[in-house]
Every structure is written in C-alpha cells, then in structure tokens.
C-alpha cells in the first residue's frame, strides 16, 4: 500500500479563494510527522509546513493550514486567498518514527493553477 | 534560500559516464539526505548520511554512491549511466545541533542530470 496518496493530480482555484489540497498516509508507528513541500516550475523544493502525530492542534503558518485528522489518517493542506504565486506542484510527505532524522515518503504530488 | 547549496545546477553527459555531484548543507545540519525526482518514478529517496557516516538506504543503485565529508557537505557519484538516470537530483538536509528535535528537511535548488 502507498504510505502517502494524494488523489487529486490537478486542482483550479481562483486568486483570493480559499483551496484545500488532500493527503492520506499510512503508517502503524504512532510517533510520525507530516510535512508539505511547494514545488514551483523552477524546480526548488521549498518547505511549507509541518504537523507531529502528538501535536494537538492543528499546523498554521501564515496563509497555511493543515487539517489534520488523525482518525481518518489525512493531512489535507489548506491555502487561505490563492495568490498568483501560489501555482505550483504540492508534495505531502511522512515522516516515521520519533527521530529528527528519519527520511521522508512523498506522495505523488497535486499541480496547483490559480487564475486571475 | 533555503541554505543548503547544490552544484552544478545542471548537467549532460552521455550514456556510461561518471559524474559527481555536490552538496552543502545548511549551516550546523549534521544529517544530508539525496532524492532523485524523476518523471515516471516521482521524488525518491536515495541514501542519507548524518555527521559523516550512512544512516540510511533508500532505492539507491548499485552503479551509485555517496559519502559525507569531515566539513558536512556531500557528494553523491553516479557511474555507468543510463538514460534512465536522468533527473532532478535533490540534496536537503536537517537536524543542527542545538536546535533540539529540528523535523524539517530543508531542499537545495537540485541538480538537473541530463544523459544523452
């Protein structure tokens, strides 16, 4: 089974709506991280945000959500007043394990495209 | 700028050649990890080092390898190449000292491997 899906390969948003970008994982380790990763058309990996499996509010940073629920094993990214510079690819990734240095599952990806 | 350094941006070889490429990671990050993005295969992880040894194994080839030096940064050889080895190659690192439990894997601009 695929540790981290994310089903959408395409979402459309119009500047200055609000999208919500999906990820399910799955692991058996009850200590793991979530993390989303923006990918713009210039290649870099640029990190966005990250969420425990024992933090208990939600991950906010900026513009950024995660809404995690952790019965349902999804860690959907949400992006409040899509700006132009929002249009890229989007990567949910997992972390297992307690360690700082554990590597990193990615899922496949979501391509965002926000229009004027 | 995430900090960590990659070089050379990009690269073209042909088919059965050997080519190196070259990671710093952020300041004070003792663990460096590789990715390889590719099309069909998606963002994988290679082989991580922390503070100058292997940690961990990913879907490396036989025909690569890599090594993390006294002053942190790293190199990751890539030998008889195939055109199936073209793709982003990604270093990120994480984990300095004194920040305690530091999760986030921070990316460098890659190195885009082109085999002709």
């Known amino acids: 089974a695929q540790k981290i899906t994310q089903t959408q390969p395409g979402m459309f948003v119009q500047e200055k709506e609000a999208v919500t970008l999906d990820c399910t994982y799955d692991?058996?380790?009850?200590?793991?991280?979530l993390f989303w990763y923006k990918q713009p058309s210039s290649g870099e990996m640029i990190f966005l945000i990250y969420q425990g499996s024992y933090d208990q509010q939600n991950a906010t940073e900026g513009r950024y959500s995660l809404n995690f629920q952790k019965a349902r094993k999804s860690a959907n990214l949400v992006i409040s007043a899509s700006q132009l510079g929002d249009s890229a690819m989007y990567f949910c990734a997992m972390r297992e394990g307690s360690s700082g240095y554990s590597t990193l599952t990615f899922g496949k990806g979501t391509m965002l495209l926000v229009s004027p | 700028d995430s900090g960590v350094t990659q070089t050379p941006k990009h690269l073209i070889t042909a088919t059965g050649q050997r080519v190196t490429l070259r990671c710093s990671p952020r300041s004070g990050d003792l663990s460096v990890y590789w990715y390889q993005q590719s099309l069909d295969q998606g963002l994988q992880f290679l082989i991580q080092y922390y503070n100058g040894e292997e940690r961990a194994k990913g879907n490396i080839l036989e025909r690569f390898s890599a090594q993390q030096f006294p002053d942190l940064h790293s190199e990751l050889n890539l030998s008889s190449l195939e055109l199936g080895d073209s793709a982003l190659y990604f270093c990120?690192?994480?984990?300095?000292?004194?920040?305690?439990?530091?999760?986030?894997?921070?990316f460098g601009p890659g190195t885009r491997l082109t085999v002709t």
């Open positions: 990120a690192s994480s984990g300095g000292v004194g920040q305690g439990a530091s999760y986030e894997q921070y």
């Open positions: 692991t058996s380790d009850p200590s793991y991280g």
